[in-house]
């Protein structure tokens, strides 16, 4: 007869007041961290004339993560008043257009345009020299085991 398999402690338990120290709080240098690389990535798209916002609305967009409002005030972990303001300064540059939904008036869809798909093709190359730059000295292995628990974390809380 084989012995039950050994269980992990709540994870509860990981984390207690007693112990709390901001500066090494996990949430703190995830907090710390993204701060950071939003900072990186604001400097590197402001010679494309955007903001970091806008270069991750229309990356949203141009992915297909996000198609409304809603979806880019969700992707985006933003109200809706400030997507709305966002979404204003984008089109009054033509960088995306808005259409109301004929079956649902109330549903506003976005589409990126061709000005817009161009900033977006330089993109992927601004967030690659950001993120370089804050990886410096680290392996594949440790950034796919980074990125597996930034999924683990955001899976644990969808649902």
């Given at each position: 007869?084989?012995?039950?398999?050994?269980?992990?402690?709540?994870?509860?338990?990981?984390?207690?007041?007693?112990?709390?120290?901001?500066?090494?709080?996990v949430?703190?240098?995830?907090?710390?961290?993204?701060?950071?690389i939003?900072?990186?990535?604001?400097?590197?798209?402001?010679?494309?004339d955007?903001?970091?916002?806008?270069?991750?609305?229309?990356?949203?967009?141009?992915n297909?993560?996000?198609?409304?409002?809603?979806?880019?005030g969700?992707?985006?972990?933003?109200?809706?008043?400030?997507v709305?303001?966002?979404?204003?300064?984008?089109?009054?540059?033509?960088?995306?257009?808005?259409?109301?939904?004929?079956?649902?008036?109330?549903?506003?869809?976005?589409?990126?345009?061709?000005?817009?798909?161009?900033?977006?093709?330089?993109?992927?190359?601004?967030?690659?020299?950001?993120?370089?730059?804050?990886?410096?000295?680290?392996?594949?292995?440790?950034?796919?085991?980074?990125?597996?628990?930034?999924?683990?974390?955001?899976?644990?809380?969808?649902?």
């Amino acid at each position: 007869m084989s012995a039950a398999p050994q269980s992990s402690p709540p994870t509860a338990d990981l984390f207690q007041p007693s112990d709390y120290r901001m500066c090494e709080s996990v949430g703190y240098l995830i907090t710390r961290a993204r701060s950071l690389i939003g900072h990186g990535v604001e400097q590197e798209v402001s010679e494309l004339d955007i903001t970091q916002a806008q270069a991750s609305c229309l990356m949203a967009l141009a992915n297909g993560s996000a198609r409304t409002v809603t979806d880019l005030g969700r992707e985006l972990a933003t109200d809706m008043g400030s997507v709305t303001r966002l979404l204003s300064r984008m089109e009054k540059r033509g960088l995306i257009e808005r259409h109301r939904r004929d079956a649902d008036r109330r549903v506003v869809d976005l589409v990126v345009t061709p000005l817009g798909h161009e900033l977006v093709a330089k993109l992927p190359a601004v967030f690659c020299r950001v993120l370089s730059h804050h990886f410096r000295g680290f392996s594949e292995d440790e950034i796919n085991t980074l990125r597996a628990f930034l999924h683990r974390m955001i899976d644990n809380n969808s649902g």
